[in-house]
């Protein structure tokens, strides 16, 4: 039985993830991260060193900021994974090797930097399979909107 593909547009700004054929992404969040500037400054948090998306502003002043994504060109690749790890099995709470992924890729995107995303996908989490799509409108006609 084959599995809903998951839909993926990763912005400087914002993610948008969910699965193909909704009205909607299922999570949506800022493209954040923040590591912490010194250890153990918050009591409760224990081993937790990043912080994602919205996690990031309720500690924003203990945190280092990290955006790595600009002007759609993904600047950290480290971050960026870490960005994908947090929205398949913190914001969706799905392992990413269990269904087909579109990710969405600015217009200008380089033949390096779309080698390098394939080559990310596959090391860091195994993916059933994977497949770039342009961003803008494509992303709301994989999420089921009408145009």
């Not at 547009?9 to 969040?29: C, E, I, L, N, R």
């Amino acid at each position: 039985m084959e599995k809903t593909p998951l839909v993926c547009d990763y912005g400087s700004g914002f993610s948008k993830v969910g699965f193909s054929g909704t009205q909607a992404p299922q999570a949506v969040f800022p493209t954040i991260l923040g590591k912490m500037k010194h250890t153990n400054v918050l009591e409760g948090l224990g081993e937790q060193d990043w912080f994602i998306g919205a996690e990031t502003q309720t500690n924003r002043t203990e945190l280092n900021m990290y955006y790595p994504i600009s002007r759609g060109a993904i600047t950290n690749w480290d971050n960026v994974e870490k960005i994908w790890h947090y929205s398949f099995y913190h914001s969706l709470q799905i392992a990413p090797e269990q269904h087909p992924i579109l990710i969405t890729e600015a217009p200008l995107t380089s033949k390096e930097a779309k080698s390098r995303m394939t080559q990310a996908q596959g090391q860091g989490m195994i993916c059933t399979s994977q497949r770039p799509l342009r961003s803008g409108n494509s992303i709301s006609t994989h999420h089921g909107a009408e145009n």
